[in-house]
């Protein structure tokens, strides 16, 4: 029997526990249970076989904790654990009809950005595991907790075999993973990247899943699995609660949600999977009937666009010269800034385009696609003209992403719509071709309907192709804007697709052209506009799509507007006071009063002048109170925030006037290999930025060759390092060997150029000098005084 | 199940700076804003295995031993404050350092308040038993590479989302394994303080001659 025929069944039961019946039979094992398929191969297939002839159809192999970071003590390899698991499952299967999964769990170790397990490291474990389980019929990962460790696994899967996948992740009573997972967001994830079933197992019993299930239900067309607990265990004797008699009648009330697969996980055993045999019997399997609209999803949040949905635009390089020094400076924290603010702003997704002539942009892409995922809910659109760059970035994407485009263009459609079927993203078709731009509606909604054709032609579901009829300037060409218009509201009502809208381009060359943006953005919304690509960050635009969802009824009771409007005090710049000076809006930490001051001081006062007898001595007396204890430290940063508004307005100032730069040097700062607590590392960087400093901040977890590479090509010789576990000195002791033999870092005499500063909770001034440091700092202000000392 | 209802700001306001300094308005509302915060974000959650001692494969190194001198069993402990904690403090490290390390010290209390209330829960557990403080891998001699052995044995990261990175971080980060000893009899409670603390040389609270507490 093979998968597809086991679909024409009614139900497929699934087994029960297999650590159950280790614990049961008594068992003794070292190290771990998958041990035992090879200690004492026949218990484990008795089990499996008591499985079988309770009706299971499927069996999973003991395989679960078979990988090799769990292994890795064990004195066996993955290979053989597996090996012997699936045979151990096969012969349980000798003259009956039973199928054998290969059991894939979490690796144990946690992905970034919580963790510091690479997503690309994760795909290699999974990819270990499924070359050595090729015997197996099929391939099942469960337990999963993070969205994007399941997606690796499936990666893994989908690349490495060509076996039918089925997926279950496992979530508390909160309806979420431990890592936040929703499971409208795991529903719609799984069906885009093309597993067989999805579901839940363990963690709950059956009687609370209900939830979880009816939630999924709406994300998907597949059927659902279920292998739930039975119920939940006394922590004395460790029984479960459920009886087998209620479990099945608890099953019995998911049935209708979809629900094919079913099973048992932690305290179930063969009577259980005999019970939900015999009340099966009588049912019949009722499918998902997918009911969300069109919709993409980040780990915790679905945006359905069941009306329309703001794209912010500012993640682009394109015309923005502090956002192309950004990339070229490696500022990742300033663009995770502008993520922040366009979400607060009312962005609902983002697109994120970091396309600029000096980058790799596909190692951008895939950093800043990571770092906004790591502080960002909203769901992302991959804006690049490179197939490689989306696909880069569709890889390491977590949930189901946007591509930003793909248009009429042969060569554009044979190369990135395999890319969207592939990764299970939605995708822009942009209305251009070979030929260019259609003038007319009827060209544009031409090119729409090849493109739909051709993703259907592919699997992708129409649903997921948003059409961008293209705006066009219309003080070049005026008639050009009906014709957009027109093209979009045919797509919308013939081709039954989504529409997205790049709004701005439309004022180009004409005075006020908020005023002409905001009018032609209500126009389209009326046209059937779905996906307006804007400045989310200026109200007006944000503003007539909260309007327009209003008055078209889909804000019902005019929630969302009211929430967004009610207590928004009115923008206002505030005046400084008569009084205020620079010291002391400094002091207290006033971050617009001091911007304020600085600009009426500019009027009168050279700009050096205010940074060095100002400025800096302000900066001095909050730092000599912090080191005599009489504020704290959130109060030193406050300060050091408020002068950084006021070092921003002088940059200002002196770039329009062409003047000098402020900046005192170029400083590194890396938190080191191994370790990821990086908040102290971040202070630092934060005062030195303020006191003038240009800080290029390499993260955390950082290899000590990039650090070196960074010095050399930026020639820079000033380098911070943090640590802050006993474990992890050794990383920077490696990372200041190697900069210290680099021959890039060394005077003509040998000596090395850089100067080294180190800090970290369990660093000592002593062990830092053995080390071989040329600085010990106690905290961030010492940094500063370092930094002062080396450069000035 | 353990909920926090407030967190104890006297500790928090040790952890950022020291008793001796003045409170201000502004730290005040910041702190306000940040516990609400951090109340709402936090899933405590706290997992508990009685072992039978001895038991090798647990106490290594002198201090260890002495530490659970006179005990018959043990109590491992594991708790933590949830993974939406983190990201909380990684996002104000974007939008608002100075919010970042109110919120860093306060889950830090928060932890800690979390474990008291296991130790209660615990010592109601098992009325007749005298306990031992807890004792967490790290600690004196007692070595950090143990995580990972206390996270097994303890199923963690199945069953409360816990696990261990390469170099024995804990992640969530705001977490806690620990052991304390368990006896039929009073035992010595131990005591804590600088001379099995790893920090004795770069505590800044000692420098100021204070004590954090422990």
Do not use: W
């Amino acid at each position: 029997m093979d998968f597809n025929t086991l679909l024409q069944k009614e139900f497929v039961l699934l087994d029960g526990a297999m650590g159950t019946l280790i614990q049961k039979s008594g068992a003794k094992y070292n190290h771990s249970p998958e041990t035992l398929n090879i200690t004492q191969p026949g218990l484990i297939t008795s089990f499996h076989r008591a499985y079988i002839e309770a009706g299971a159809d499927i069996v999973y192999a003991n395989t679960f904790g078979a990988n090799a970071y769990k292994l890795a003590d064990s004195g066996y390899s993955v290979e053989e654990i597996i090996a012997a698991g699936i045979a151990n499952a096969k012969k349980a299967c000798e003259g009956i009809s039973a199928l054998v999964a290969l059991d894939i769990g979490p690796i144990g170790m946690l992905l970034e950005p919580a963790g510091s397990l690479r997503f690309e490291e994760a795909y290699e474990y999974f990819k270990q595991q499924i070359l050595a389980g090729q015997d197996a019929d099929f391939i099942v990962f469960e337990t999963m907790t993070d969205l994007y460790e399941l997606k690796a696994a499936v990666l893994a899967a989908k690349e490495n075999s060509s076996k039918p996948i089925l997926a279950t992740m496992t979530f508390e009573r909160s309806g979420r993973t431990f890592t936040g997972v929703s499971p409208a967001a795991a529903a719609t994830t799984l069906t885009g990247l093309g597993v067989n079933a999805l579901g839940v197992n363990c963690s709950l019993g059956p009687d609370e899943l209900e939830p979880v299930i009816a939630e999924m239900t709406q994300y998907t067309d597949l059927p659902l699995i279920v292998k739930a607990n039975a119920g939940l265990p006394d922590p004395n004797s460790n029984e479960y609660d459920i009886l087998p008699g209620r479990f099945a009648e608890c099953v019995k009330a998911l049935l209708p949600y979809g629900v094919k697969f079913i099973g048992g996980c932690c305290g179930t055993t063969p009577e259980y999977i005999a019970e939900l045999k015999t009340m099966l019997a009588n049912e019949a399997y009722q499918p998902c009937q997918k009911s969300a609209d069109s919709s993409v999803c980040s780990a915790s949040t679905v945006v359905e666009i069941n009306g329309p949905r703001v794209i912010g635009e500012r993640i682009n390089p394109t015309g923005k010269k502090l956002f192309k020094q950004a990339l070229a400076d490696n500022n990742i924290d300033y663009i995770l800034t502008q993520a922040l603010s366009q979400v607060s702003g009312g962005a609902e997704i983002l697109d994120v385009n970091v396309g600029h002539p000096e980058i790799d942009e596909k190692k951008m892409m895939v950093r800043v696609l990571k770092a906004i995922q790591s502080v960002c809910d909203a769901p992302l659109q991959i804006d690049s003209t490179k197939p490689d760059v989306l696909e880069a970035g569709l890889r390491c994407y977590n949930g189901k992403p946007i591509v930003n485009s793909v248009n009429g263009e042969e060569k554009s459609l044979s190369a990135v719509l395999p890319l969207v079927k592939k990764y299970g993203a939605s995708v822009v078709g942009l209305t251009l071709d070979e030929g260019g731009i259609p003038k007319t509606a009827e060209g544009r909604f031409e090119i729409a309907k090849r493109i739909v054709a051709r993703a259907e032609a592919l699997g992708i579901d129409r649903r997921d192709v948003y059409i961008d009829c293209l705006t066009l300037t219309v003080s070049a060409e005026q008639d050009a804007c009906r014709e957009t218009l027109k093209a979009l509201h045919r797509v919308k009502t013939e081709l039954g697709c989504k529409t997205c809208l790049g709004v701005s381009n439309i004022s180009f060359g004409l005075p006020n052209r908020e005023l002409v943006n905001s009018t032609f953005l209500t126009m389209a919304l009326e046209e059937g506009l779905d996906l307006p690509i804007i400045n989310p960050n200026i109200d007006a635009m944000t503003g007539a799509v909260r309007a327009y969802r209003v008055l078209s009824g889909i804000d019902k009771n005019s929630l969302d507007f009211i929430a967004s409007y009610n207590d928004a005090p009115a923008a206002q710049k505030p005046k400084a006071q008569e009084n205020m000076t620079l010291d002391a809006a400094v002091y207290n930490g006033l971050k617009s009063e001091g911007a304020t001051v600085t600009e009426q001081l500019l009027e009168t006062v050279e700009p050096m002048v205010i940074v060095n007898e100002m400025l800096i001595p302000a900066l001095d007396r909050v730092g000599e109170d912090f080191e005599k204890n009489k504020i704290f430290l959130p109060q030193l940063i406050q300060s050091a925030n408020t002068a950084q508004e006021c070092f921003d307005v002088i940059k200002k100032h002196l770039s329009k006037s062409g003047g000098d730069n402020v900046s005192k040097g170029k400083i590194i700062v890396a938190t080191v290999k191994g370790d990821i607590h990086d908040i102290g590392k971040n202070i630092v960087k934060v005062l030195l930025d303020n006191y003038g400093y240009t800080v290029v901040d390499l993260g955390k977890d950082v290899d000590p060759q990039l650090i070196v590479d960074t010095a050399v090509e930026q020639n820079i010789t000033m380098i911070g390092l943090s640590a802050l576990m006993t474990t992890t000195l050794k990383s920077m002791e490696d990372t200041i060997r190697l900069v210290r033999q680099t021959p890039a870092l060394q005077n003509p005499d040998g000596s090395s150029k850089c100067k080294i500063f180190v800090g970290g909770a369990v660093l000592t001034k002593e062990y830092a000098m053995k080390i071989g440091a040329d600085f010990y700092c106690r905290d961030a202000k010492e940094s500063v005084d370092t930094a002062k000392r080396v450069l000035g | 199940m353990i909920t926090l209802n407030s967190l104890n700001r006297r500790e928090a306001l040790r952890y950022l700076g020291g008793a001796k300094v003045r409170q201000n308005e502004t730290m005040d509302k910041l702190m306000d804003e940040c516990e609400a915060q951090l109340l709402s974000a936090a899933r405590p959650k706290f997992l508990y295995k009685i072992i039978d001692l001895p038991c090798a494969e647990l106490t290594v190194g002198e201090d260890i031993v002495r530490h659970l001198e006179g005990c018959q069993r043990a109590a491992l402990l594991c708790a933590t404050l949830g993974a939406e904690i983190d990201r909380l403090i990684r996002v104000a490290q974007i939008s608002d350092m100075a919010r970042a390390v109110v919120l860093d010290a306060m889950a830090s209390v928060a932890i800690e308040q979390v474990c008291q209330r296991a130790d209660d829960l615990l010592a109601e557990a098992f009325p007749d038993q005298y306990f031992t403080f807890r004792f967490s891998p790290g600690y004196g001699d007692y070595p950090i590479e143990l995580q990972k052995t206390f996270l097994t044995l303890l199923d963690a990261p199945r069953k409360i989302g816990l696990s261990a990175t390469d170099s024995y971080l804990l992640i969530p980060s705001k977490s806690v394994t620990a052991i304390a000893g368990m006896s039929d009899s009073p035992v010595a409670r131990q005591r804590r303080g600088c001379a099995v603390c790893n920090l004795r040389k770069t505590c800044q609270y000692r420098k100021n001659g204070e004590h954090c507490g422990f």
